[in-house]
């Protein structure tokens, strides 16, 4: 290994982001130049706004606001690593190291090489030059010791750094296995993503708060307080008198268990920073400002000793990997001899649904199955997850707060709900066939009347939108505790949505498909037109759809509060007939949709198998 | 004259390029049709068009007596028609078994026959012992074998191969090549696209050969072979010449 084959790394990183950026086209071009100045100019700014609130804002501030600062930007850094560790591992084309391995350098040198170059990323030219300012601009303050708090920076860098590339290469022997990389994807994906909506949730439930609970004090104080005033218990100054004081009394307890709070959130944060290795560096970078110089030469040598260890642990797994060529571990592969069954059966794909024709039947079973496989599908299935939670923490508020919810706000709420669930997960019916990729060239082959094959695709997301949408809505109907039938109309009523759902999604899919790469939600370089398309599918969804289906349960509550009409079945009755309308709809536009799909079969196929990178 | 695949001034282009120029196929039934021709010659943008892949941009196509470009027609004609396309069309979620009951159930095929076939052509294609991968789990042989079982499952009457034989093994070769030598003799039709010359000249019956989007040749084995070899006759129409091609003078000297 010498400095040219660095150079050459490097170079080869910087041409395929390149060509990624010029394959994207010229406007993506010119936005990822601009990008890049801007990085390079924000990055300078930084630098220079790190040194001048070192020296003026952080000497002013208290010794546990100087580590909160310190955590929330480690927190920042570690955020925006992750999502660039994520984009990564989406890339379908990485620098893997068995690319270069043939060429005259050894395994060592290709492996440091290969890390010293992913050094280069958005994250550290963003971050590195502001964390570095403000250092340096406490130093004027501090003193010299301050300057301790370089070295431990970089300790900090060499840890994270090393330690995403050991789990990097940790991942690539465990993701050589195609199917588990797409399980590995996934998971990672989806606990990045429900972590980054712990805060969300957190703040949304916010239970340290007591201003409710206060709130609710002083209410039933004063109410007390106006009775005996109303029925000449006590004089007009004492009323004003006595009033004064249980506000001033529940301030005053306010107050102390804010300072309580306060204390009590700054010791934890130190222990938190003292266990977990990332809050090292706040840790040793506050106490540097008051002249602690062992928290960061600890931290320092702690840090190093973990990004030499990952290092060393990364290397010899990737030198097993690609000497042994596996994991590294001996299991062996059994070599199992399979007798020829005739009878042999491929259950799901095989079932026949009644009702249906064999082509939507076969269609159906085999795209449920793949489905049920498919990361990408489980991934979208998350995403509903993550936007009900918030909803699920409100309720959960409003349960514990104890406000008053007329009766007639469960049906709607529930049907509100399922309707938002089914245009959040639109992108999966509005892109139907991007997904089969190059199995699409399989309907194309296929003597199959295209109608039936979009029936068929229509039926095999049924039970993950459906089953989603049933549990979603049965849910809520207990919890706001609705009558039996307002939760079998608010059933029928997704049913009813789902039809035209489908019909949209049809449409957008024949009109508007783009690639996607396997185990990744993103599109390949989607066009204006269709990111435009989506977007138009989601929103007429929710008001061609969304807003019409909330009219049986809406009208049953106008007749139950304006009429006095309560306990009718009304919106079951209007349910149905709704649902009877969609279907009627469904089935005439299914048999346009089917010519048109045999129409632009042909530009489809060109679009969803295009290769992307 | 029985023609299995028939195209009059068959044109696709794409924006200024034009891929194929003006194509006139003439496939007759039974017959081993091998096409040939250097890369990015038109191969597989005809095929594509001749399996309803891709639009022409011009011209007519006829399969087995189906117009291909009457939608109705082209799904009557893809009833009787395997095809084993240039990037393949597996369901990357679905493993062998669950693929070609996919296929077999989309032609209508019942359910013991489907299952009975299955295993013989997994059985025949050595890939048995692999059934319960996933397509995306297989290597690029196996794909391209798994395509193939899918292709014949129906047991078609003309059958498109686009380069069936890259990436597979010698032992899976030889049984195709028997298979697909068994299924011509049964009077069905094969039209293939290989780059092997010996390959083609060993099995095909009739030869077209395509250079730069037009069809330069179309003849009978046996003609071909009346003025030498396959490869000979390859190369004149490609218009390349061994003994012309340029040297390299830094790779002919001894290594330092």
Not at chain 2, 203 to 218: D, N
Request: glycine fraction near 8%; hydrophobic fraction near 50%; charged fraction near 15%.
């Amino acid at each position: 290994m010498n400095i040219e084959h660095l150079r050459a790394f490097l170079w080869l990183r910087w041409r395929i982001r390149v060509n990624q950026a010029k394959r994207a086209g010229t406007l993506n071009s010119v936005l990822t130049a601009i990008l890049a100045i801007a990085g390079l100019v924000v990055s300078a700014a930084l630098f220079v706004a790190g040194i001048v609130l070192g020296a003026a804002v952080m000497p002013e501030l208290s010794s546990s606001v100087r580590l909160y600062v310190w955590d929330g930007i480690v927190l920042a850094f570690l955020f925006t690593w992750m999502i660039g560790l994520l984009a990564d591992l989406q890339r379908s084309e990485g620098l893997a190291l068995d690319k270069v391995l043939q060429l005259p350098v050894s395994p060592a040198g290709a492996y440091l090489v290969n890390y010293l170059s992913s050094f280069f990323s958005l994250t550290l030219v963003l971050f590195l030059p502001g964390m570095t300012g403000l250092i340096l601009g406490q130093v004027y303050h501090a003193g010299a010791e301050m300057l301790l708090a370089l070295p431990l920076l970089a300790a900090f860098v060499l840890a994270v750094t090393a330690l995403t590339y050991q789990f990097q290469g940790w991942l690539s022997a465990m993701m050589v296995n195609p199917r588990r990389r797409r399980l590995v994807i996934v998971l990672f994906t989806s606990v990045f993503i429900l972590l980054s909506q712990l805060p969300n949730l957190l703040n949304l439930i916010r239970p340290w708060d007591s201003t409710v609970a206060d709130g609710n004090e002083v209410t039933r104080r004063q109410t007390e307080l106006r009775e005996q005033f109303q029925a000449g218990g006590i004089s007009p100054e004492e009323y004003l008198r006595r009033n004064q004081e249980v506000t001033q009394e529940v301030a005053a307890a306010r107050l102390q268990q804010v300072s309580e709070t306060g204390t009590e959130v700054e010791s934890i944060t130190r222990l938190v920073n003292s266990v977990i290795p990332p809050g090292w560096l706040p840790l040793g970078a506050a106490d540097l400002a008051v002249g602690h110089v062992l928290p960061a030469l600890l931290g320092g040598c702690g840090l190093a000793l973990i990004g030499v260890g990952s290092l060393w642990r990364g290397y010899r797994a990737t030198v097993r990997m690609y000497t042994a060529g596996g994991t590294g571990s001996d299991r062996r592969r059994k070599v199992v001899a399979v007798a020829i069954r005739p009878d042999a059966k491929a259950r799901m794909v095989e079932w026949r649904l009644p009702w249906v024709s064999e082509y939507a039947s076969v269609v159906a079973m085999a795209g449920l199955r793949s489905l049920l496989r498919a990361p990408e599908a489980k991934m979208m299935l998350i995403v509903p997850v993550v936007a009900l939670g918030p909803m699920a923490a409100a309720f959960f508020t409003i349960k514990t707060h104890s406000f008053p919810v007329p009766d007639w706000v469960g049906p709607l709420v529930a049907v509100w709900v399922v309707g938002f669930l089914l245009g959040i997960t639109m992108q999966l019916a509005a892109n139907l066939f991007g997904y089969d990729r190059d199995g699409f060239r399989a309907f194309v082959l296929s003597p199959a009347p295209r109608r039936e094959i979009l029936l068929g695709k229509n039926l095999a997301l049924a039970p993950l939108i459906l089953g989603l949408g049933a549990l979603v809505g049965i849910g809520i109907g207990f919890a706001f505790g609705i009558r039996f039938d307002q939760i079998l109309a608010t059933l029928i009523q997704l049913l009813m949505m789902y039809l035209p759902y489908c019909l949209i999604g049809n449409t957008c899919a024949i009109l508007a498909p783009f690639a996607v790469p396997s185990g990744s939600l993103k599109g390949a370089r989607p066009g204006l037109s269709v990111v435009l398309s989506q977007l138009v599918a989601m929103i007429a969804f929710m008001f061609l759809v969304g807003l019409p289906g909330m009219i049986p349960a809406g009208v049953e509550a106008i007749l139950a509060e304006a009429a006095d009409m309560h306990g009718l079945p009304v919106s079951l009755v209007l349910s149905l007939i709704s649902l009877g309308i969609s279907v009627w709809i469904y089935r005439r536009l299914l048999n346009w949709q089917g010519r048109l799909l045999a129409e632009r079969e042909q530009t489809i196929l060109t679009t969803v198998t295009s290769r992307s990178d | 004259m029985s023609l299995a695949i028939e195209t009059r001034q068959l044109t696709r282009t794409f924006g200024d390029f034009r891929a194929v120029d003006g194509i006139d196929l003439q496939v007759e039934r039974g017959t081993f049709y091998g096409f040939l021709g250097p890369n990015g010659a038109g191969k597989s943008t005809t095929i594509k068009m001749l399996t309803g892949l891709l639009a022409p941009t011009r011209g007519e196509i006829n399969v087995l007596g189906r117009n291909m470009l009457d939608r109705t027609q082209a799904l009557d004609a893809k009833r009787h028609v395997g095809v084993v396309p240039e990037n393949l069309a597996l369901f990357d979620q679905l493993n062998a078994r669950e693929y070609l009951t996919f296929i077999g159930r989309m032609h209508l095929l019942p359910r013991d026959t489907i299952r009975t076939r299955t295993s013989e052509l997994l059985s025949l294609l050595d890939l048995t012992d692999e059934e319960n991968k996933l397509a995306l789990e297989y290597s690029h042989g196996m794909r391209k074998k798994l395509a193939l079982a899918a292709a014949l499952i129906a047991a078609p009457e003309l059958l498109f191969l686009d380069e069936p034989f890259e990436g597979v093994d010698a032992v899976t070769s030889r049984v195709i090549r028997d298979l697909l030598a068994g299924f011509v003799a049964r009077g069905s039709t094969v039209f293939l696209t290989s780059h092997v010359l010996d390959l083609v000249e060993k099995l095909c019956t009739h030869v077209g050969i395509v250079v730069q989007g037009k069809l330069v040749e179309q003849a009978a084995m046996a003609e071909i072979r009346a003025g030498g070899t396959l490869e000979d006759k390859f190369l004149k129409a490609a218009g390349a010449n061994a003994t012309d091609s340029p040297k390299l003078d830094w790779l002919e000297a001894p290594p330092s």
